[in-house]
Protein backbone atom coordinates (compact mmCIF):
# COMPACT_ATOMS: atom_id res chain seq x y z
CA UNK A 1 0.00 0.00 0.00
CA UNK A 2 1.47 3.37 -0.99
CA UNK A 3 2.33 5.63 2.19
CA UNK A 4 4.27 9.22 3.00
CA UNK A 5 7.52 8.99 3.50
CA UNK A 6 10.27 11.14 5.54
CA UNK A 7 13.42 12.11 6.04
CA UNK A 8 15.52 11.80 8.11
CA UNK A 9 13.51 10.06 11.11
CA UNK A 10 16.04 12.33 13.46
CA UNK A 11 17.46 15.56 13.21
CA UNK A 12 19.40 17.33 15.35
CA UNK A 13 20.69 20.89 15.09
CA UNK A 14 21.77 24.51 16.57
CA UNK A 15 20.12 27.01 17.26
CA UNK A 16 20.24 29.77 14.39
CA UNK A 17 21.17 26.75 11.59
CA UNK A 18 19.03 26.11 8.61
CA UNK A 19 17.00 22.49 8.57
CA UNK A 20 15.10 21.35 5.82
CA UNK A 21 12.96 18.22 5.91
CA UNK A 22 12.04 16.05 3.19
CA UNK A 23 9.04 13.87 2.12
CA UNK A 24 7.59 12.03 -0.71
CA UNK A 25 3.62 12.60 -0.70
CA UNK A 26 1.76 9.62 -2.24
CA UNK A 27 2.16 9.61 -5.49
CA UNK A 28 -0.98 10.62 -7.31
CA UNK A 29 -2.15 12.90 -4.37
CA UNK A 30 -2.90 16.20 -4.90
CA UNK A 31 -2.50 18.65 -1.92
CA UNK A 32 0.35 18.39 0.43
CA UNK A 33 0.04 19.32 4.30
CA UNK A 34 3.08 19.79 7.13
CA UNK A 35 1.74 20.12 10.56
CA UNK A 36 3.82 19.83 13.88
CA UNK A 37 3.51 18.32 17.15
CA UNK A 38 5.64 20.15 20.27
CA UNK A 39 6.12 17.16 23.17
CA UNK A 40 2.43 16.72 24.93
CA UNK A 41 0.57 18.55 22.70
CA UNK A 42 -1.53 18.71 19.79
CA UNK A 43 -1.17 18.33 16.45
CA UNK A 44 -0.98 21.86 14.64
CA UNK A 45 -1.59 22.83 10.90
CA UNK A 46 1.57 24.78 9.83
CA UNK A 47 1.03 24.93 5.71
CA UNK A 48 -0.97 23.85 2.94
CA UNK A 49 0.02 23.46 -0.67
CA UNK A 50 -1.94 22.94 -3.58
CA UNK A 51 -1.09 23.46 -7.47
CA UNK A 52 2.29 24.36 -7.01
CA UNK A 53 1.68 27.05 -3.91
CA UNK A 54 0.35 27.58 -1.05
CA UNK A 55 -2.87 27.58 -0.24
CA UNK A 56 -2.94 28.88 3.53
CA UNK A 57 -0.76 28.72 6.24
CA UNK A 58 -1.10 29.16 10.09
CA UNK A 59 0.20 32.58 12.26
CA UNK A 60 3.03 29.61 13.47
CA UNK A 61 4.51 29.45 9.69
CA UNK A 62 6.71 32.70 9.39
CA UNK A 63 9.00 34.00 7.31
CA UNK A 64 11.38 31.59 8.67
CA UNK A 65 9.61 28.83 6.95
CA UNK A 66 9.40 27.96 3.70
CA UNK A 67 7.74 24.96 1.71
CA UNK A 68 9.34 23.34 -1.79
CA UNK A 69 8.08 20.65 -4.36
CA UNK A 70 11.26 21.08 -6.41
CA UNK A 71 10.51 18.10 -8.69
CA UNK A 72 7.22 16.66 -8.62
CA UNK A 73 7.58 13.87 -5.88
CA UNK A 74 9.39 15.39 -2.76
CA UNK A 75 7.79 18.02 -0.09
CA UNK A 76 10.34 19.80 1.60
CA UNK A 77 9.70 22.66 4.47
CA UNK A 78 12.88 24.44 5.07
CA UNK A 79 12.96 25.96 8.56
CA UNK A 80 16.08 28.55 8.21
CA UNK A 81 17.10 29.98 11.69
CA UNK A 82 15.89 27.29 13.60
CA UNK A 83 14.40 28.64 17.29
CA UNK A 84 14.12 26.53 20.68
CA UNK A 85 10.75 26.43 20.09
CA UNK A 86 11.03 24.59 17.01
CA UNK A 87 12.34 21.45 18.64
CA UNK A 88 8.41 19.23 17.83
CA UNK A 89 7.62 16.39 15.44
CA UNK A 90 7.11 17.19 12.00
CA UNK A 91 4.58 15.68 10.16
CA UNK A 92 4.10 15.52 6.20
CA UNK A 93 0.59 14.77 4.90
CA UNK A 94 -1.04 14.64 1.62
CA UNK A 95 -4.60 13.73 0.29
CA UNK A 96 -6.31 13.15 -2.98
CA UNK A 97 -10.19 12.68 -1.85
CA UNK A 98 -10.56 14.00 2.36
CA UNK A 99 -8.09 11.40 3.90
CA UNK A 100 -4.79 12.51 4.94
CA UNK A 101 -2.64 10.08 5.10
CA UNK A 102 0.43 11.56 7.18
CA UNK A 103 4.06 10.36 7.26
CA UNK A 104 5.61 9.06 10.34
CA UNK A 105 7.66 12.55 10.95
CA UNK A 106 10.60 13.71 11.59
CA UNK A 107 11.92 14.52 15.18
CA UNK A 108 13.13 17.97 15.27
CA UNK A 109 16.08 18.53 17.83
CA UNK A 110 17.14 22.27 18.61
CA UNK A 111 19.65 23.13 21.29
CA UNK B 1 -8.64 29.09 20.67
CA UNK B 2 -10.11 24.84 21.07
CA UNK B 3 -12.47 24.32 18.23
CA UNK B 4 -11.98 20.61 18.71
CA UNK B 5 -11.84 19.15 22.13
CA UNK B 6 -11.27 16.34 23.42
CA UNK B 7 -11.81 16.33 27.35
CA UNK B 8 -10.96 13.31 28.93
CA UNK B 9 -7.53 12.87 28.30
CA UNK B 10 -7.57 8.75 29.16
CA UNK B 11 -9.46 6.19 29.07
CA UNK B 12 -8.89 2.61 30.02
CA UNK B 13 -11.04 -0.49 29.24
CA UNK B 14 -11.02 -4.65 29.51
CA UNK B 15 -10.23 -6.10 26.18
CA UNK B 16 -13.91 -7.73 24.63
CA UNK B 17 -15.67 -4.32 25.74
CA UNK B 18 -16.64 -1.78 24.02
CA UNK B 19 -14.42 1.82 23.97
CA UNK B 20 -16.55 5.19 23.34
CA UNK B 21 -14.06 8.19 22.47
CA UNK B 22 -15.84 11.42 22.77
CA UNK B 23 -15.02 14.69 20.87
CA UNK B 24 -17.02 18.26 20.83
CA UNK B 25 -16.11 20.93 17.94
CA UNK B 26 -17.49 24.74 18.29
CA UNK B 27 -16.85 25.49 14.71
CA UNK B 28 -19.98 25.15 12.70
CA UNK B 29 -18.31 25.27 9.34
CA UNK B 30 -16.33 21.89 9.58
CA UNK B 31 -18.22 19.47 7.36
CA UNK B 32 -15.93 16.64 8.10
CA UNK B 33 -14.83 14.86 10.58
CA UNK B 34 -12.46 12.01 10.90
CA UNK B 35 -10.65 9.88 14.12
CA UNK B 36 -6.87 8.98 13.80
CA UNK B 37 -4.77 6.58 15.86
CA UNK B 38 -1.20 7.44 16.77
CA UNK B 39 1.47 5.23 18.38
CA UNK B 40 4.37 6.22 19.95
CA UNK B 41 6.93 8.05 17.52
CA UNK B 42 4.88 7.24 14.49
CA UNK B 43 3.03 9.48 12.67
CA UNK B 44 -1.26 9.71 12.84
CA UNK B 45 -3.15 6.79 10.99
CA UNK B 46 -6.40 7.60 9.47
CA UNK B 47 -9.26 5.20 11.39
CA UNK B 48 -12.77 6.41 9.93
CA UNK B 49 -14.46 9.20 8.76
CA UNK B 50 -17.85 10.79 8.35
CA UNK B 51 -19.24 13.74 6.59
CA UNK B 52 -21.74 16.13 7.88
CA UNK B 53 -24.77 15.06 5.91
CA UNK B 54 -24.41 11.65 7.66
CA UNK B 55 -24.89 10.66 11.29
CA UNK B 56 -23.15 7.41 11.70
CA UNK B 57 -20.30 5.20 9.67
CA UNK B 58 -19.52 2.13 10.47
CA UNK B 59 -16.28 0.37 9.74
CA UNK B 60 -15.77 -3.32 11.15
CA UNK B 61 -15.30 -2.76 14.68
CA UNK B 62 -15.33 0.83 14.23
CA UNK B 63 -18.05 3.24 14.03
CA UNK B 64 -18.12 7.04 14.52
CA UNK B 65 -21.53 8.69 15.55
CA UNK B 66 -22.34 12.78 14.68
CA UNK B 67 -24.43 14.93 16.59
CA UNK B 68 -24.57 18.21 14.48
CA UNK B 69 -27.05 19.89 17.12
CA UNK B 70 -24.79 19.06 19.72
CA UNK B 71 -21.72 19.61 17.73
CA UNK B 72 -20.30 16.52 19.29
CA UNK B 73 -19.00 13.06 17.67
CA UNK B 74 -17.95 9.82 19.16
CA UNK B 75 -15.87 6.97 18.44
CA UNK B 76 -17.19 3.26 19.60
CA UNK B 77 -14.52 0.52 19.10
CA UNK B 78 -16.54 -2.82 19.99
CA UNK B 79 -15.01 -5.15 20.71
CA UNK B 80 -11.82 -3.40 22.00
CA UNK B 81 -8.42 -5.43 21.84
CA UNK B 82 -5.22 -4.77 23.26
CA UNK B 83 -3.88 -3.41 19.72
CA UNK B 84 -5.93 -0.35 19.89
CA UNK B 85 -4.28 0.38 22.76
CA UNK B 86 -3.00 4.22 21.44
CA UNK B 87 -3.35 7.79 21.45
CA UNK B 88 -6.70 8.46 19.15
CA UNK B 89 -7.22 12.14 17.70
CA UNK B 90 -10.35 13.69 16.57
CA UNK B 91 -10.08 15.92 13.80
CA UNK B 92 -12.19 18.24 11.78
CA UNK B 93 -12.17 20.19 8.15
CA UNK B 94 -13.81 22.03 6.05
CA UNK B 95 -14.21 21.09 2.57
CA UNK B 96 -13.42 23.11 -0.34
CA UNK B 97 -10.90 25.25 1.06
CA UNK B 98 -6.77 24.31 2.37
CA UNK B 99 -8.85 21.38 4.38
CA UNK B 100 -6.31 21.56 6.42
CA UNK B 101 -7.22 19.68 9.61
CA UNK B 102 -7.68 20.91 13.01
CA UNK B 103 -7.53 18.42 15.68
CA UNK B 104 -8.11 18.05 19.31
CA UNK B 105 -5.63 17.45 22.13
CA UNK B 106 -6.17 13.02 21.85
CA UNK B 107 -7.11 10.64 24.43
CA UNK B 108 -4.98 7.69 25.47
CA UNK B 109 -6.52 4.02 25.42
CA UNK B 110 -5.60 1.66 26.91
CA UNK B 111 -7.43 -1.78 26.53
CA UNK B 112 -6.08 -4.49 29.19
CA UNK B 113 -6.27 -8.07 28.14
Known amino acids: EPEVTQTPSHQVTQMGQEVILRCVPISNHLYFYWYRQILGQKVEFLVS????????KSEIFDDQFSVERPDGSNFTLKIRSTKLEDSAMYFC?????????FGPGTRLTVT | DQQVKQNSPSLSVQEGRISILNCDYT??????FLWYKKYPAEGPTFLIS?????DKNEDGRFTVFLNKSAKHLSLHIVPSQPGDSAVYFCAATRRGGSEKLVFGKGMKLTVNP
Open chain 1, 49 to 56: FYNNEISE
Open chain 2, 27 to 32: NSMFDY
Open chain 1, 93 to 101: ASHRGYEQY
Open chain 2, 50 to 54: ISSIK
